[in-house]
């Protein structure tokens, strides 16, 4: 068996930065509601058409810099993302096409905000078997095109940024490992946060009643969304720590999902520790989905948070609803 490790890391956002105060002039919402119930202060919004592969390109690219290989050393392709550019074929192609690597391997995984870790985890087995070397990992959202922006969609409009992060997943051949990684979820509650339509099973699979119905947008029941993600973060971290024997002293950094500050600040306080040793950048991003965990582990990495044998667990919880973990030693 190999080991595997994350060798480099990349992101990419849009330039365009809509704060709490431009989304006072679209709906009925204010600057102090989104800051006190989310954290959130500004996020990115893509300003022309750019679909999920062509945000995720220049993260690819830092990416693979960043891990000292070479676009040719690619020999997988994830991508985690619930807003393709079209329902098929999925974004992995159309990124595997700008990255100019045909006849490479590419695969879409929709489990919403797990999405990253669920690819982590693909990757890690790949690797460990010996059947792959260099697998770039991608977590990509372009959601503003797809929000309610009017009053009745405020409760999930101002929640979602659109961005991107890659990490290429590699043989280790030192200290550094994906040491595990946990996988779980429960349909039954897969309607409390989901978009209907386009409907698979009706014809025509979109309509203009569907779309007056507002069927198109995500909804949201925030309660039972947050209810169970305050219980389901601490328990995917109990799982990893408990996998590596790990006490919470022997964890450097603990980097969730950016769903909500209150739900971190609750993390934090189940597992008896202070928001320096659980990230957020929440208020500049807003929830990216897939894209939020490589995108604090990014910051993270760039504020000197995560450094060379650190120990950090990501935690991820969403719809489906599905959550995941993963312990790293860096
Ligand atoms: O990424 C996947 C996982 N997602 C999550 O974990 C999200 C979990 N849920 C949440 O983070 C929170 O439930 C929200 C941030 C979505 C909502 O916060 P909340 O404290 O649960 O608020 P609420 O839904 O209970 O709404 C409170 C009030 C309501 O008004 P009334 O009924 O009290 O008069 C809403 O209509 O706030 C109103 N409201 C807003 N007001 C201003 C809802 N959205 C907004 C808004 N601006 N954007």
Redesign the pocket.
Same mark, same amino acid.
């Given at each position: 068996m190999y080991r595997s490790r994350i060798a480099g890391i990349g992101a990419n956002v849009p330039e365009n930065v809509v704060t709490n105060y431009d989304?006072e002039k679209m /709906? #009925?919402?204010?600057n102090e509601?989104?800051v006190e %119930?989310?954290g959130i202060r500004e996020r990115r919004w893509v300003t022309q058409p750019t679909g999920a592969a062509e945000l995720a390109f220049p993260a690819c690219l830092e990416a693979i810099g960043d891990a000292g290989v070479e676009k040719k050393d690619i020999d997988f392709i994830i991508v985690a993302t619930i807003t393709p550019e079209h329902p098929m074929p999925g974004t992995s192609s159309f990124l595997q096409t700008l990255l100019e690597l045909p006849g490479v391997p590419t695969l879409d995984i929709r489990v919403?905000?797990s999405g990253f870790v669920y690819g982590l985890s693909i990757a890690d087995q790949y690797i460990r078997t010996g059947r792959y070397k260099n697998i770039l990992l991608v977590g990509v959202e372009v959601q503003s095109v797809g929000l309610n922006l009017t009053t009745e969609g405020? #409760?999930? *409009?101002?929640?979602f940024g659109d961005g991107a992060g890659a990490v290429v997943v590699s043989r280790s051949d030192d200290s550094s490992e994906i040491l595990s990684t946990h996988l779980g979820g429960d349909g039954r509650y897969a309607k409390e946060?989901w978009c209907e339509a386009p409907i698979g099973y009706k014809s025509p699979r979109i309509s203009k009643e569907m779309i007056d119905q507002g069927k198109h947008y995500p909804k /949201?029941n925030? %309660?039972q969304?947050?209810k169970? *993600?305050v219980t389901i973060f601490p328990k995917v971290v109990y799982t990893a720590m408990r996998a590596q024997n790990w006490t919470i002293e022997d964890v450097d950094l603990v980097v969730p999902?950016q *769903? +909500?500050i209150?739900?971190i600040e609750a993390l934090a306080k189940k597992l008896g520790v202070g928001l320096d040793k659980v990230y957020s950048n929440i208020h500049k991003y807003g +929830?990216t989905?897939a894209a939020?965990i490589p995108l604090a582990l990014y910051d993270a990495l760039k504020e000197g948070k995560i450094k060379k044998g650190s120990n950090v667990i990501l935690a991820a919880?969403?719809?489906g609803f599905t959550w995941a973990s993963a312990a790293i030693r860096w």
């Open positions: 989304l /709906m #009925d919402t204010s509601w989104i %119930r989310t919403q905000c405020r #409760d999930v *409009a101002v929640l946060l /949201m925030g %309660r969304v947050f169970h *993600a999902h *769903a +909500n209150r739900i +929830n989905t939020s919880f969403g719809s």
